[in-house]
């Protein structure tokens, strides 16, 4: 309030410097030759001070637990100053409504997974210090529930689409591209929470010339930090599941974390060339996701199976896609998707128990 700088921190000792019992702590073993030394000091504002050195809270603040305090901060002060300019990462988050439900992405949710994959979030000023944000659950749409009827629940979606896919537009060319241009963004980082045909909308956005880690949540503990793998890597496989001719237009049923039978498929794309993409030896599920190795393998399945169209199916103009796929599954098939090259994408979404296309990405 003064308007001016004044030091408000305060040396505080783990080991009183006195031993005497008026001392906080200070009865301990610790030589009294070595309790100024700056492993018994910790850098405390006036209130913190006087709370672990208030008599009735000694039993609390124990030598034990202020030194792991202050061993946790120091080791993760010289992890943040130790990762070098090179590790900076634009972080996007993207947060909507799936199935009536919201997740907490907060900036600092996002900060903790980047950091523990070993970089540093950059909020730049000109992001408002808190990265690129797209929060979908303004779009009207978002927050209701859809019609029974499955063509007024496509109607809507559509609708509901093209607002939002408007929203992400926003972002992306009036935000991101402009650091891109003036190489104020070197790598970004992806979080998102939405339905799928968006996420995918959301990876073709993206620029496929700048380094990329897209993150997924966990249900087991509902972070979103990758960890090691604590098994053998998941690969995936493409096959044709509905051999006719290929003509311009086929189907991929994706059954990554969930299963979309043959009966599922709409009737008017039945005719179709169907191809799948699932998991090998290993069952579907939700958190198939379990690492950053298993999206890595299924982006390479994903090139793959882009570059075997180009040579097989030269005619093909649409590719109906329906997914049962993780969220960041989601994000990198919009990445690995070219435009200039590959067919266009129709996606598909579960509506009132039926499969309704609702979203294209050129």
């Keep these: ?38 492993d018994n000091l910790m850098l405390l504002c006036a209130s913190q001070h006087g709370e672990i050195d208030a008599s009735g809270g000694l039993d609390v603040f124990t030598v034990d637990k202020l030194r792991r305090l202050k061993q946790e901060h120091e080791d993760r002060i010289r992890h943040l100053t130790g990762l070098g300019p090179d590790r900076a990462t634009t972080v996007v988050r ?91 963004v070197r790598h970004v980082s992806v979080f998102g929470f939405a339905r799928l045909p968006l996420l995918v909308y959301l990876g073709s956005r ?35 599941d509905h051999d006719v001719p290929a003509g311009s237009e086929a189907v991929v049923v994706m059954n990554v974390s969930g299963a979309i039978g043959p009966q599922e498929v709409p009737a008017a794309l039945s005719a179709l060339r169907r191809y799948e993409i699932r998991p090998v030896a290993a069952p579907t599920c939700p958190d198939i996701m379990r690492d950053r190795e298993c999206l890595q393998r299924f982006s390479a399945a994903l090139r793959d199976f882009f570059a075997r169209l180009e040579w097989e199916a030269k005619g093909l103009r649409r590719l109906h896609l329906l997914p049962a796929v993780p969220m960041s599954a989601a994000v990198a098939l919009g990445r690995a998707h070219h435009p200039q090259v590959h067919p266009r994408l129709v996606v598909y979404e579960r509506l009132a128990g039926v499969y309704v296309p609702t979203l294209e990405v050129s």
């Design 94 to 184: 993207m947060v909507g409504r799936v199935h009536g439900r919201e997740v907490e992405l907060s900036r600092q949710t996002a900060a903790t997974a980047v950091l523990a994959g070993d970089r540093f979030p950059l909020f730049l000023e000109s992001y408002t210090r808190h990265g690129l944000e797209i929060d979908l659950r303004g779009v009207p749409g978002e927050s209701s529930r859809a019609p029974r009827a499955a063509s007024r629940a496509a109607a809507a979606s559509r609708a509901h689409y093209r607002l939002a896919a408007g929203l992400v537009d926003e972002v992306i060319d009036q935000q991101l591209r402009p650091g891109l241009l003036r190489d104020a």
């Design 1 to 38: 309030m003064s308007g001016r700088t004044v030091n408000l921190g305060e040396l505080a000792h783990i080991v009183g410097r006195r031993t005497g019992a008026h001392s906080p702590r200070g009865q301990h073993s610790l030589d009294p030759a070595r309790r100024d030394d700056a």
């Design 206 to 240: 993206l620029d496929d010339s700048v380094p990329t880690d897209i993150y997924q949540r966990h249900r087991a503990d509902e972070s979103w930090a990758w960890r090691g793998s604590d098994g053998p890597p998941v690969e995936f496989t493409t096959r044709i």
